[in-house]
């Protein structure tokens, strides 16, 4: 392993551009760099609200998780930003947290709701249920712009597409840990769920955070508080 940069405070949302450089968000300080390897970090926008997660999109611009503003934005090439998605049936997102896309253009995105207190929950649940209802989901957001809910789950964080696209990977961070797998149908819609990996059991410190698959299908994973990857 090798340092190539340092002075930021919490970093998240590594994003490598075929161009030869890539992005990254600190967290702490609001800030979205662009960085090529042996040059210093360059501050791309420094207004994030609470930047996490990247993808790019089909056309190559920049989506990102900004967890504190509630909200999925779109960066284009001019460096203008907007709104991807804000709300879901009416009620503001907890905290957008990790996004993908995939190649028939939706783009998932998990929202993890513990982080809020229940009186900050906007999302309403199902008919009849109070405001105890766990809205924590992966969302979708489809090529023409419809958004639903992919899956519930207890606490959604990283995700990655397997390389044929067929399953869908979640780590769940609280209250138990383990990574989902999600089968996908043609169109990109849940067909099937299960547990791909088990780590509650064992002595090792560390939760499952971000995921990444790699080009043969191995799921690579970190494991935070415990400074380890697997």
Same mark, same amino acid.
């Given at each position: ?21 890539? *992005? ?12 090529? &390897?042996?040059?210093? &970090? ?53 905290? &957008? ?28 649940? $199902? ?28 606490? &959604? ?11 869908? *990977? ?34 090792? $410190? ?25």
């Amino acid at each position: 392993a090798e340092r190539v940069a340092t002075g930021f405070i919490f970093t998240e949302g590594p994003l490598w551009h075929p161009d030869g450089y890539w *992005y990254f968000v600190d967290i702490r300080q609001n800030k979205l760099f662009r960085m090529t &390897p042996g040059k210093a &970090p360059e501050v791309v926008r420094s207004d994030t609200l609470g930047g996490n997660g990247t993808t790019f999109d089909l056309q190559g611009r920049l989506i990102l998780c900004e967890g504190d503003g509630r909200l999925v934005t779109r960066m284009g090439a001019d460096g203008k930003v907007e709104a991807l998605v804000d709300k879901y049936k009416g009620g503001r997102f907890a905290r &957008p947290n990790d996004v993908v896309c995939h190649s028939n253009g939706s783009l998932y995105f998990t929202d993890p709701d513990k982080r809020r207190a229940y009186h900050e929950r906007e999302i309403p649940g $199902p008919a009849g249920d109070d405001n105890l209802w766990d809205g924590a989901a992966v969302y979708r957001v489809a090529p023409d712009g419809s958004l639903s809910v992919l899956a519930l789950c207890e606490y &959604p964080n990283g995700l990655a597409l397997s390389p044929d696209e067929h399953t869908m *990977y979640v780590a769940n961070t609280r209250s138990s840990k383990y990574i989902h797998a999600i089968k996908l149908d043609a169109g990109g819609i849940m067909v099937a769920r299960s547990i791909f990996a088990d780590m509650n059991e064992g002595s090792e $410190p560390g939760i499952p955070d971000g995921l990444k698959v790699d080009s043969v299908g191995r799921v690579q994973y970190q494991m935070r508080d415990a400074e380890q990857a697997f």
